[in-house]
């Protein structure tokens, strides 16, 4: 009997397989090749980070009593505030990240790098769907997160811890812990989502094709009139 191997270049997978060798790292990532996918790429990874590290924590802070805490309406609603609003920060940080990848190369100056974070900001903030807190909370994240891109150090956030900070000062103002234990957790929450967002910078960096993402990318959508 003759066995036949197809070469796995040549092999058509679902993309539900796709996801699953990629997090086992048998398949890379796609290019990033317009201003739509790093949208998309923006809110996945800004999703993945906030409820990994907000979920992790209170596994670990509750311990076993970690699934009671899901028959308490009181802490749902907490925990769902809780994961909006770091969600939020997580887009701006993402969002001021990757503008400033391109003011780095000096393919944006300040104000269109400012743009080009607020379009995708404004492009996850106002679309997201969700019933837990209301649109104008919403409003208010995208509100700050387009103040600190007016101010942004540009150099700064572009070498990625910078540009992290609100997502930490999120989840540690946010999660449903007592504030007596938070401040005993700070140091290691802060560790745990800085720890996450390495990955995602360097995979970032990597993704990114800047040439062409700038080519799909007008500054109306970033509401820029000039």
Request: proline fraction near 4%; avoid cysteine.
């Amino acid at each position: 009997m003759t066995t036949t191997f197809v070469p796995f270049g040549n092999m058509t997978l679902p993309d539900t397989l796709k996801s699953v060798f990629r997090t086992l790292g048998f398949l890379g990532h796609p290019p990033i090749e317009s201003y739509q996918q790093l949208i998309d790429h923006t809110e996945k990874n800004a999703a993945y980070v906030s409820q990994v590290t907000l979920y992790t924590y209170i596994k670990a802070r509750a311990g076993t009593q970690y699934p009671k805490l899901f028959t308490n309406e009181d802490f749902l609603t907490s925990l769902r505030i809780a994961r909006w609003h770091i969600f939020g920060a997580a887009v701006a940080d993402m969002a001021l990240f990757a503008a400033a990848q391109f003011n780095g190369r000096g393919a944006l100056d300040h104000d269109r790098s400012a743009a080009f974070a607020n379009g995708i900001m404004e492009a996850v903030l106002t679309n997201y769907e969700q019933q837990d807190v209301e649109p104008t909370v919403f409003l208010e994240m995208l509100a700050e997160g387009t103040r600190r891109a007016a101010f942004a150090n540009w150099a700064d956030i572009a070498d990625g811890p910078a540009a992290f900070r609100a997502s930490s000062d999120a989840v540690f103002h946010w999660a449903p812990i007592a504030d007596e234990l938070k401040a005993l957790d700070e140091e290691i929450v802060r560790n745990s989502i800085h720890l996450r967002w390495i990955g995602v910078r360097r995979d970032t960096k990597a993704l990114l094709r800047h040439d062409a993402i700038l080519a799909s990318w007008t500054p109306s959508q970033a509401g820029d009139d000039t």
